[in-house]
């Protein structure tokens, strides 16, 4: 069993709003990532990280930003929640070079 | 560039009968190939996943999948569906040699069992 954490699982908010999604995994994995799914669609990587102070951003433009202070720790942040970020986030880390991605059970994010 | 095709959304069969889910996929180099399951409300595991050598591949649960080269395709079957197998999956391929290790994934194809 993976372990990977991300809080919290489902989250409410009003447009407006500042988030942040937890996204922590205690197997020492080097490399994280953010995918954003949407029902019948693929899973878009928004954000991923090699390691401690790197981060870039993925396919899909995001308006999210990501963060790498701690290797076990890789939160995602929305400074001004809208509707259209109304989605499922998947957090998932991996360790060797493409190697199986281990994946967090996802924060579903509903913006009013 | 890589891609995932998954022909069919949706995939209803029988308990006791063939799970067949396709996919094909387009890469410029040789790939590594996945399949995930996702069960309502939680994060995908993986099922199965192919890097080199034997084409057939086996993975959890009883499924199992073939990397065919010449038809770029990587289909996922398992002999006999039972209740339990009903969930969403996804075709992931990613590039050998890549450092990232990132995965491009299909839109998933979710199965139903019927009794």
């Known amino acids: 069993e993976a372990d990977i954490y991300q809080t919290p699982r489902y989250l409410v908010i009003g447009t407006g709003k500042k988030i942040t999604l937890e996204c922590s995994q205690t197997?020492?994995?080097?490399?994280m990532y953010w995918y954003q799914q949407d029902p019948g669609m693929e899973l878009h990587l928004i954000h991923y990280?090699?390691?401690?102070?790197?981060?870039e951003k993925g396919d899909l433009s995001s308006e999210s930003t990501v963060s790498r202070i701690r290797t076990e720790h890789f939160p995602l942040t929305l400074e001004s929640a809208r509707p259209s970020h109304t989605s499922q986030y998947l957090c998932?880390?991996?360790?060797?070079?493409?190697?199986?991605?281990?994946f967090g059970e996802g924060s579903r994010l509903t913006v009013l | 560039a890589q891609s995932v095709t998954q022909l069919g959304s949706h995939v209803s069969v029988s308990e006791g009968a063939l799970v067949l889910l396709r996919c094909n996929y387009s890469?410029?180099?040789?790939?590594?190939l996945f399949w995930y399951v996702q069960y309502p409300n939680q994060g995908l595991q993986l099922l199965l996943k192919?890097?080199?050598?034997?084409?057939l591949v086996k993975g959890i649960n009883g499924f199992e999948a073939e990397f065919k080269k010449s038809e770029t395709s990587f289909h996922l079957t398992k002999p006999s569906a039972h209740m339990s197998d009903a969930a969403e999956y996804f075709c992931?391929?990613?590039?050998?040699?890549?450092?990232?290790?990132?995965?491009?994934f299909g839109r998933g194809t979710q199965l139903t069992v019927w009794p």
């Open positions: 998932a880390s991996s360790e060797y070079e493409a190697g199986e991605l281990f």
């Open positions: 197997m020492g994995h080097d490399k």
């Open positions: 990280s090699y390691g401690v102070n790197s981060t």
């Open positions: 890469s410029s180099v040789p790939p590594y």
């Open positions: 192919y890097t080199t050598g034997a084409t």
């Open positions: 992931a391929v990613t590039i050998r040699g890549s450092t990232l290790g990132r995965l491009y």
